[in-house]
């Protein structure tokens, strides 16, 4: 680590937390909280975004019946939740430490008002020595409101804490350059901001886990580009948060952070995309202008259409003449207000620049 870190989060994936058969590994879950309260001595402050729950729920729930993809997941939830944070509560005991369970769902992110509620509340339990363990509320999501995987969620809570690291535990030491499974792949060890390794990733996914190796390669590309490092690393090597906060060569994928951090409410807007209510059809004079070296808010003069059903303060993606998507941003008036000032000269921004991501 380049700075001395006083917060970061930790993911750790069901493939690191379960066994193949999808019990949990009680041993494992240990270390990883003997590690935790370890750095929490030391001065940092560590939220553990932690998966499990439904594989845990998995290996002891045998349903009646057959069950659907979302009905399974609320199900082996509801059960495995309560398995899994009352490990977690033991094992933090050991160490003298409380841990608390903040169960999140996407549309929490998407309200500016229950985003920063759920900001507030993991301050806290810092504030008080709790350590917060996260995970997406299963029991009451359904398909179109889930989190891609826990690495989405991992991302959102890194840019919503303002954390120093994201530290993505897998069960592969990090990004190969090409199978994993064969001799000759070797771990790419530093990933800079110009890299684009989106076609040399695999995107396999993981035997427990909605997500993949693909997945976390964009998260973390989008999560360095607002300015925090971001590390994949084995989760199964022993003392692996330890020896990457003290430095040591960790075999393991670093992403390089961009040396101009995004503000607070910019990282909201950036992970806000799957959130968004409209659409703001833009001429190309605006597309250019967007682009140039002067920082530039969306104008009605450059507005071809607005789309969509959405309120003030509601996140609109940003389309250019081609049908390309540019963006996202917080909308400065709701549908119908916007749609009246279109091409107007005089009127405030749209969009305001504070508020744009540009993908």
């Known amino acids: 680590m380049a700075k001395p870190l006083k917060r970061i989060a930790v993911k750790a994936g069901s493939n690191v937390l379960a066994h193949k058969d999808g019990t949990l590994d009680l041993q ?17 402050d560590v939220v553990l975004i932690s998966s499990g729950a439904v594989a845990s729920g998995r290996s002891k729930v045998r349903p009646a019946k057959k069950l659907d993809a979302v009905s ?53 339990m810092l504030e008080n020595g709790v350590i917060p363990i996260v995970n997406e509320n299963d029991t009451v999501s359904v398909t179109e409101l889930m989190f ?9 809570v890194a840019a919503m804490m303002n954390m120093d690291a994201l530290i993505i535990l897998s069960n592969v030491d990090g990004i190969f350059d090409g199978d994993p499974s064969l001799p000759d792949s070797k771990v790419i060890r530093h990933i800079s901001k110009n890299d ?23 998260l ?32 393991c994928t670093r992403f390089q952070p961009s ?20 659409e703001v ?44 998507q540019l963006g996202v941003g917080r909308a400065g008036y709701d549908c119908e207000k916007a749609a009246s000032l279109i091409g107007r000269r005089n009127a405030r921004p749209m969009i305001h620049y504070d508020y744009l991501y540009l993908e």
Not at 223 to 245: F, S, T, W, Y
Request: glycine letters at 10%.
């Open 28 to 44: 494992r879950m240990s270390d990883l909280v003997a590690q935790i309260a370890a750095l929490h001595r030391s001065g940092i």
């Open 72 to 124: 399974s997941r609320q199900l082996y939830s509801a059960v495995g939740q309560a398995i899994l944070i009352n490990h977690y509560s033991t094992f933090f005991r050991r160490h003298r430490l409380i841990c608390g369970q903040v169960l999140t769902s996407k549309e929490n992110f998407g309200s500016r008002t229950h985003y920063l509620n759920q900001k507030n509340c993991m301050e806290v």
């Open 148 to 156: 891609t995987d826990n690495d989405e969620l991992s991302g959102l």
């Open 196 to 218: 684009d390794l989106s076609s040399t990733v695999r995107p396999g996914r993981s035997t427990f886990g909605r997500g993949g190796m693909l997945t976390k390669y964009h």
């Open 220 to 251: 973390a590309r989008k999560v360095a580009d607002e300015g925090i490092p971001v590390i994949i690393a084995n989760g199964a090597r022993e003392h692996i948060l330890l020896d990457l906060i003290a430095g040591r060569d960790v075999i």
């Open 259 to 278: 040396d101009r951090p995004f503000s607070s409410i910019k990282k909201w807007v950036a992970h806000s995309e799957g959130f968004a209510k409209g």
């Open 281 to 324: 059809h833009i001429d190309s004079g605006a597309e250019k202008a967007l682009y140039g070296e002067k920082a530039t808010s969306i104008l009605f003069v450059g507005i071809r259409q607005i789309t969509g059903s959405f309120r003030k303060d509601d996140i609109v993606k940003i389309i250019s003449e081609q049908g390309i």
